[in-house]
């Protein structure tokens, strides 16, 4: 099991960018074998897919709305996974969740993650 925290959330204007972290801790040494999700939840909706990483490849994957704006990457060396935001729109506001899970099939996983972080606030002002 690992423990993921992120931060980096924030007020920021229509057109704007920020950087989302996700810091992995406890069985790191098992991180060759996972997916890690970054999802987002707005008031009154569903929590939704945004972007993942497969740790040991770096490849990725990214919902529709994602492609093209955001950006998702890990850092082996830090134990780390960052979402790189821009062109940030106010329907992208919500509260974005960092997700961990074991690899299941060759393609990136977008559902079934069991480990969770507590999640950051993105607000983006119009």
């Known amino acids: 099991q690992v423990q993921l925290e992120e931060s980096g959330g924030g007020l920021v204007q229509a057109g704007g960018s920020l950087r989302l972290s996700c810091a992995v801790s406890g069985r790191t040494e098992m991180l060759s074998v996972y997916d890690m999700g970054w999802f987002r939840q707005a008031p009154g909706k569903e929590r939704e897919f945004v972007a993942a990483v497969r740790w040991n490849s770096g490849a990725t994957a990214y919902a529709d709305f994602a492609r093209g704006r955001f950006t998702a990457s890990r850092d082996k060396a830090a134990n780390t996974v960052s979402l790189q935001l821009m062109s940030l729109k106010p329907e992208d506001t919500a509260l974005y969740y960092c997700?961990?899970?074991?690899?299941?099939?060759?393609?990136?996983?977008?559902?079934?993650?069991?480990?969770w972080g507590q999640g950051t606030q993105v607000t983006v002002s119009a």
């Open positions: 997700g961990a899970m074991r690899t299941k099939s060759f393609v990136i996983s977008r559902t079934g993650y069991d480990s």
